[in-house]
């Protein structure tokens, strides 16, 4: 009972704040520009991620001969994809990118399959196109086809979950055997000194011009989103089986979705609405490594 209730408000915690980050990020490129904010969001974690791998025994460095992986995790992990995301919400509303963001499972199955030489199931197949399509389908209808500005932030958004899973492709080649708080320590601290360098220069940022609300905003990403996820879902991980805990992908763009429609009043078409069913259908069918049989259903009955 115990093990029960300790799982499911994990599963909940995640779901809450990763479909709640969605909101913040909107919120906080508001008046702050994208890469000031994405590199004073890790600013805030960074510390609080390097104590806690201080308390809890974990390196703080990668092990002899990661240290170049170290850096790549910095810039393609951290620095490139985050601020993507959130530059993405600078043109889209941050339920629809929520949903692009869903689909992460789906990317890292497509570039293992590419990249590694993984095989796919039958059923996988047929539950990615089925995704794939739910998705074009959706987003076709929900933007504005003429629009350059949607472009752009699908371009970034759908840029990010790429590059995101290429990294974790990568990680389960290169990173083998360090720990979680070890692969965000450090990498998280240098992509806060990076991209507040290149925002400092790029952007010139006004910092009187910034508002409460965005601040307040980042602080969320950077303590609640950056750290209290991290360590929510390294939790969950361990709790429960890693198909269990993927599923928060197809729970969280369902909490984007309602925040953003309560606070902002965007509310996705009836069709589009429909069209999420096919879409988390798809993703749940491609992340089966087994599809039951009838016969098997039969005979569980």
């Known amino acids: 009972m115990k093990d029960t209730f300790v799982t499911s408000a994990l599963f ?8 709640t980050t969605w909101m913040a990020m909107e919120i906080a490129v508001e008046s702050v520009p994208p890469i000031t904010a994405t590199g004073l969001r890790f600013l805030i974690s960074a510390p609080c991620i390097l104590l806690l791998a ?5 390196p703080l460095c990668f092990p002899k001969g990661k240290r170049g992986f170290m850096c790549a995790v910095a810039v393609f992990y951290f620095a490139i994809p985050f601020t993507l995301m959130i ?24 570039v293992s399959m590419l990249s ?24 076709k209808n929900e933007l504005d086809i003429g629009n350059n500005n949607d472009y752009a932030g699908i371009v970034a958004l759908v840029t990010a ?25 450090l990498p998280s601290a240098m992509a806060a000194v990076l991209l507040l ?3 400092n220069l790029w952007e010139q940022p006004q910092w009187h011009l910034m508002t409460t609300h965005s601040i307040q905003a980042v602080g969320y990403l950077g303590l ?14 361990q709790v429960t089986s890693p198909f269990t805990a993927s599923l928060c992908f197809l729970i969280f763009p369902i909490v984007a979705l309602r925040l953003d429609a309560w606070l902002n009043n965007n509310h996705l078409s009836a069709l589009s609405q429909q069209l999420l069913a096919p879409l988390f259908i798809g993703i749940v069918v491609a992340k089966l490594s087994r599809f039951p049989s009838i016969r098997a259903l039969v005979r569980s009955k």
Not at 12 to 19: K, L, M
Not at 117 to 139: D, N, T
């Open 12 to 19: 909940i915690a995640v779901c809450t704040i990763w479909g």
């Open 54 to 58: 201080k308390c809890t025994g974990a």
């Open 87 to 110: 530059v993405g919400e600078q043109y889209i509303s941050s339920g629809l990118a929520s949903i692009i963001f869903a689909n992460m499972p789906l990317a890292v199955l497509a």
């Open 116 to 139: 590694l030489g993984l095989r796919l199931l039958p059923h996988q197949l047929v539950g990615l196109a089925v995704a794939i399509i739910s998705l074009c389908l959706i987003l």
């Open 161 to 185: 979950v790429a590059i995101h899973a290429v990294m974790y492709v990568f990680t389960q080649k290169y990173g083998q055997g360090i720990q979680v708080l070890t692969y965000n320590a």
């Open 197 to 199: 360098i290149v925002g």
């Open 224 to 237: 609640i989103a950056s750290v209290g996820g991290i360590v929510a879902y390294f939790r969950l991980n």
